[in-house]
């Protein structure tokens, strides 16, 4: 009875302690661009296979024990911001960006404030180039427009042989958009970029409903305050499981002076 209370609440701290991990990793990225806040995934199981027999034959109860499965990444959208930025692009619906590494590896992402590498690619930062339908987007210049469907349209202004000043309209390339379920189970590259099995495909269903926003960025999904009132809660069951541990650590050390005297 002791050994299992004393496993039962050294498991909960363990797992409060990786709750606590999360939220702060949360907290820690309420500012980054894209970012999606974690949650642990808590598996329970009753009647363990190692004491199913034993309940059955003697009707002594449930043995129910809660363990870390993993962290899952919570894709709810998070709120705009918007800017004066033409690199500032935001995306409204389930569709996630695509940006390929120097490696050229494909990661998803909802992090839209962009800018241009030094050959003229449009990139998020040192996380990569971002994709087109074509591969790497190519502007050269910081005039250019994207439409809400993520088409991307560069002007400039020529003159005839009159001096009459004529803007050219040319088409560069439609952004490489991937759809990802708001349920899918996405693994966490970095804060902002998720690898996913559609990731570099544009297999968009049918019917479905996005925009592209440009001047505006998507700002992280988490909720500061819920943060620290869920980190509160669960400081205060893992001090709550600390103190029942070092009980059944007491009673333990007492049990074994009794046996050792008694003996």
């Known amino acids: 009875m002791f050994i299992?209370?004393?496993y039962n609440s050294a498991q909960a701290m363990i797992v409060k302690q990786r709750e606590l991990d999360a939220i702060a990793n949360n907290i820690d990225n309420v500012n980054t661009s894209g970012f999606r806040k974690e949650r642990v995934t808590l598996n329970t199981f009753?009647?363990?296979l190692i004491w199913v027999q034993k309940r059955k034959a003697t009707h002594s109860?449930?043995?129910q024990q809660t363990y870390v499965d993993e962290g899952h990444t919570l894709l709810e959208n998070g709120g705009l911001e918007f800017t004066d930025s033409r690199f500032d692009v935001a995306i409204w619906g389930d569709v996630y960006f695509n940006v390929t590494d120097r490696n050229g590896a494909t990661f998803n992402t909802r992090a839209g404030q962009f800018e241009l590498d030094n050959e003229g690619y449009l990139t998020l930062g040192s996380s990569g180039r971002v994709q087109g339908q074509n591969g790497g987007i190519f502007i050269g210049h910081d005039d250019f427009v994207?439409?809400?469907r993520g088409e991307i349209y560069t002007s400039r202004i020529e003159t005839d042989e009159?001096?009459?000043p004529t803007e050219i309209v040319e088409y560069i390339d439609r952004l490489l958009l991937t759809y990802i379920p708001s349920d899918?189970?996405?693994r966490k590259i970095s804060n902002n970029l998720f690898a996913h099995d559609g990731a570099g495909t544009d297999v968009l269903p049918d019917g479905l409903s996005f925009s592209i926003i440009q001047g505006a960025f998507e700002k992280s999904n988490v909720d500061p305050n819920r943060e620290v009132s869920k980190m509160m809660e669960i400081q205060r069951l893992f001090e709550a499981n600390s103190?029942?541990?070092k009980g059944f650590d007491m009673i333990n050390s007492r049990t074994s002076?009794?046996?050792?005297i008694s003996g």
Request: hydrophobic share 45%; glycine share 12%.
């Open 162 to 164: 009159n001096g009459v």
């Open 146 to 148: 994207i439409n809400t």
């Open 46 to 48: 009753q009647d363990e």
């Open 61 to 63: 109860g449930t043995f």
């Open 243 to 245: 103190v029942i541990l």
């Open 4 to 6: 299992r209370g004393f």
């Open 184 to 186: 899918a189970n996405v």
């Open 257 to 260: 002076d009794m046996a050792n």
